[in-house]
Nanobody, 123 residues
Framework: QVQLVESGGGLVQPGESLTLSCAGS?????????VGWFRQAPGKEREGVSC????????YSANAVKGRFTMSRGNDKNTVYLQMNSLNPEDTAVYYC???????????????WGQGTQVTVSS
């Protein structure tokens, strides 16, 4: 069982940046797992934003965030970050990290989920 904790959400203005963090807690570790970031806006389905390979830490981003969001793994192997730049109101959502054995952009690719962190982009 992997326990995930996200942090770093908040309220920002359009054009600003935020960095989200996701870490394994309670003795669990993200090392060896593929990790994904997802988001769910009010009234919309959860969508994959970015994911990171467990093998070589190569990252992939959805078209909606490509060039603006960057995912990375910390040197401790237990923390994953989502650097979000040039935020706009359409990025407003609850952001979740997830871990599992398979890399992908769909919910079924991941077995473990964090509780989510709210990101609000508004002027």
């Amino acid at each position: 069982q992997v326990q995930l904790v996200e942090s770093g959400g908040g309220l920002v203005q359009p054009g600003e940046s935020l960095t989200l963090s996701c870490a394994g807690s309670g003795g669990s570790s993200l090392d060896g797992y593929a990790v994904g970031w997802f988001r769910q806006a009010p009234g919309k389905e959860r969508e994959g934003v970015s994911c990171l390979s467990s093998i070589d830490s190569v990252t992939y981003s959805a078209n909606a965030v490509k060039g603006r969001f960057t995912m990375s793994r910390g040197n401790d192997k237990n923390t994953v970050y989502l650097q979000m730049n040039s935020l706009n109101p359409e990025d407003t959502a609850v952001y979740y990290c997830a871990a599992g054995p398979r890399l992908g952009f769909t919910n079924i690719d991941y077995d473990y989920w964090g509780q989510g962190t709210q990101v609000t982009v508004s002027s």
